[in-house]
């Protein structure tokens, strides 16, 4: 029986976060990562028991278990693709990563956490590979920093914020992936929504921000391996910074 990964419900909080996807031109890795970050839902009404329950299976998953989505600019712009993923496993953590395709090359995150969903405390490492360059891990000094700007955008911690969303009902919605009978959620300023499914991996089926863009699942699977490529490095420019001592 295939291990599944998930963080108790009991040791979930809701918190109130944003979303945005660049407007249109190039994609910008940096921007649209950070707004994936914080891809999520805020608090409003439960109206719903089945709402909650599909909220709380989303967090139930296996290694490998993939989504990856079309991201689209607000003018129907053509922005790229984003894959969540669990790649790995390490002792009794797991390897969660996000790899963002672009115009631009693949930006690949990956971050060493207890299970999905997770929050940015309990995250032990990170490797990022830029387009085009070696893997680098994040120096403990600097990833102290990046937990802390990561603080007010729970890590795609999609299923507690789905928890406390404000629900508008039950509807079937086609996206490229096909159709799924999901669950229409509003998102926060009730001027953005989001579709969700326990039958998709991390749970989001769609989301749009009017005036924005919108994101909506392209496939999905169970066998993701790792888009790291090369041996990973120390990141320069961290002389005299205490490197993470779990490799």
């Known amino acids: 029986m295939a291990a599944v990964y998930a963080v108790p419900a009991a040791e979930r909080t809701?918190?109130?976060?944003?979303?945005?996807?660049?407007?249109?031109?190039?994609?910008?890795?940096?921007?649209?990562?950070l707004a994936t970050l914080g891809?999520?839902?805020?608090?409003?009404?439960?109206?719903?028991?089945?709402?909650?329950?599909?909220?709380?299976?989303?967090?139930?998953?296996?290694?490998?278990?993939?989504?990856?989505?079309?991201?689209?600019?607000?003018?129907?712009?053509?922005?790229?693709?984003?894959?969540?993923?669990?790649?790995?496993?390490?002792?009794?953590?797991?390897?969660?990563?996000?790899?963002?395709?672009?115009?631009?090359?693949?930006?690949v995150l990956q971050m060493l956490v207890p299970g999905f969903p997770f929050t940015p405390d309990e995250i032990d490492e990170i490797v990022m590979q830029p387009p085009g360059q070696p893997p680098m891990r994040m120096p403990d000094q600097m990833l102290g920093m990046m937990k802390q700007q990561m603080a007010d955008n729970p890590m795609i911690d999609f299923s507690k914020n789905c928890e406390g969303a404000n629900f508008i009902g039950r509807e079937s919605v086609t996206v490229p992936a096909g159709t799924f009978d999901a669950f229409k959620l509003e998102t926060e300023g009730q001027d953005g929504y989001a579709w969700v499914s326990a039958?998709?991996?991390?749970?989001?089926?769609?989301?749009?921000?009017?005036?924005?863009?919108?994101?909506?699942?392209?496939?999905?699977?169970?066998?993701?391996?790792?888009?790291?490529?090369?041996?990973?490095?120390?990141?320069?420019?961290?002389?005299?910074?205490?490197?993470?001592?779990?490799?």
């Open 39 to 107: 891809l999520v839902l805020g608090p409003a009404v439960l109206l719903a028991q089945d709402h909650l329950a599909v909220c709380e299976a989303v967090g139930n998953l296996e290694m490998g278990q993939w989504a990856e989505y079309h991201v689209s600019g607000s003018e129907g712009d053509d922005e790229g693709t984003l894959r969540f993923a669990l790649v790995n496993a390490k002792a009794d953590k797991v390897w969660y990563e996000l790899r963002i395709d672009s115009n631009q090359g693949s930006m």
């Open 199 to 247: 039958d998709v991996p991390f749970g989001l089926v769609k989301a749009e921000q009017p005036g924005q863009g919108e994101m909506e699942l392209t496939s999905n699977g169970d066998d993701a391996e790792s888009s790291i490529t090369g041996e990973i490095q120390e990141m320069p420019g961290t002389q005299g910074m205490q490197p993470p001592n779990n490799r």
């Open 14 to 33: 809701t918190r109130r976060v944003g979303t945005h996807v660049k407007r249109s031109g190039e994609m910008n890795i940096k921007s649209v990562l």
